[in-house]
Structure formats: structure tokens, C-alpha cells
């Protein structure tokens, strides 16, 4: 199995932007789709995007995912910040029939 | 509307067992798939394994295979997750949620606390 690295933690201010790195530790980041999945404290997670780049209905056009092959790695960037955004968030890919999750970063918005 | 409510919180001694209900409405029961995900006291997601409520064999994470059991039942649309030799380090939320092309809607969270 692979593992999925996510940075602890981030931080921004409100109105910039945010870039949270999911780096696949063996195999390619495009032999499987990644999904990104928020979860603010207390509360279910959900999904904020699906199949790489992919957003569910409702989730705000800030939102945007992507894969980089040259540093096998997947992204969520999140334009114009705002307080409601702090949260963590979590990646997620296949191994097969396994799914794999990332251990998560906490988005502080300052 | 879709709505998945989980069993409420329960408590239970190492080396016990316990089963978790995830009640499905508002959608075709057995026309999606349910994926079980646990999540320790401020730790991250951690997936167990998948429910196929048509009938199919479920599949499970390695690290839970032969301590999991995962079951549906069409007559009540309710999905169920069950697991032997609770120890501590299996104190967590467990979560039940539908997947579509991805995790579209999940249950509230079941507390369980394995503690002597």
C-alpha cells in the first residue's frame, strides 16, 4: 500500500489564497483518482472535491483540486479565504480495491 | 431527502463487540454503495471498508479483516458494521456514508468508547 502525506497544518489570511499538498508516497498520483473532503470540528466530513478536480453541487467555485505528476502529488487551493473555510481537510486515493486517506491539515484563516 | 442516521453512542469493555446501525433513506437502498470510516479522538479518517447493499460481498481495509463484519438489510434499508475484540485503540467515531462518485452524504457519527 502507498501512503498519502499532507502538511499538519497551514495558515492565511481571509481573501488570499491556499494551496494543501497530497503527495503519494509509491505508484503515480494519476493511477487513481484523489478526493478531497472537508471536515469542520464537530461535524461529519463532506466532499469538496471528487475525481481530481471535480466539485460537488454547492461547493463554491473557490475550491479547486489537481494532480501534478512531476511531484506525484495532488492539490486543493482555495481562492479568497474566508473565516468559515478553517477547517481540516483530508485527500484520499485508491490502492486497488483499498481506499487510502491522507493524515489531514489543519487550514487555520487567520 | 437523503438522510443516513447512525445508532447512538455506546460504551463497551475490551474484548467485547459491537454493531453499528446506519439507517438509509430518501434513495434506492440498494443502488449505492456504503463506505465505513473511522476517526480516533483528534486523530484523522481512517477507512474500514465498503458495504454493497445489493447483496455483493463487502470488501474491508487489511488491518480489519477478520474482526469486521459488514451486513445490510433490504427490509429496513439499514446498513451494519460489526467488530470483535474491541481494545482501546478502537475508542472512535465511526461514520457511515453513501458513495456515488464519491462520498456524497454521510451519517452523523457513532461514538464508541471501548474503556474497562
Known amino acids: 500500500n502507498f501512503m498519502l502525506t499532507q502538511p499538519h497544518s497551514v495558515s492565511e489570511s481571509p481573501g488570499k489564497t491556499v494551496t494543501i499538498s497530497c503527495t503519494r508516497s509509491s505508484g503515480s498520483i494519476a493511477t487513481a483518482y484523489v478526493q478531497w473532503y472537508q471536515q469542520r470540528p464537530g461535524s461529519s466530513p463532506t466532499t469538496v472535491i471528487y475525481e481530481d478536480k471535480q466539485k460537488p453541487s454547492g461547493v463554491p467555485d473557490r475550491f479547486s483540486g489537481s494532480i501534478d505528476r512531476s511531484s506525484n502529488s495532488a492539490s486543493l487551493t482555495i481562492s479568497g479565504l474566508k473565516p468559515e473555510d478553517e477547517a481540516d481537510y483530508y485527500c484520499?486515493?485508491?490502492?486497488?480495491?483499498?481506499?487510502?486517506f491522507g493524515g489531514g491539515t489543519k487550514l487555520t484563516v487567520l | 431527502q437523503v438522510q443516513l442516521v447512525q445508532s447512538g453512542a455506546e460504551v463497551k469493555k475490551p474484548g467485547a463487540s459491537m454493531k453499528i446501525s446506519c439507517e438509509t433513506s430518501g434513495y434506492t437502498f440498494i443502488a449505492y454503495y456504503i463506505y465505513w470510516v473511522r476517526q480516533a479522538p483528534g486523530q484523522g479518517l481512517e477507512w474500514m471498508g465498503i458495504?454493497?447493499?445489493?447483496?455483493?460481498?463487502?470488501r474491508y481495509a487489511q488491518k480489519f479483516q477478520g474482526r469486521v463484519t459488514m451486513t445490510s438489510d433490504t427490509s429496513t434499508n439499514t446498513v451494519y458494521m460489526e467488530m470483535s475484540s474491541l481494545t482501546s485503540e478502537d475508542t472512535a467515531v465511526y461514520y457511515c456514508a453513501r458513495w456515488t462518485y464519491y462520498l456524497d452524504y454521510w451519517g452523523q457519527g457513532t461514538l464508541v468508547t471501548v474503556s474497562s
Open positions: 484520499q486515493s485508491s490502492d486497488g480495491g483499498d481506499r487510502v
Open positions: 458495504s454493497n447493499p445489493s447483496g455483493g460481498s463487502p
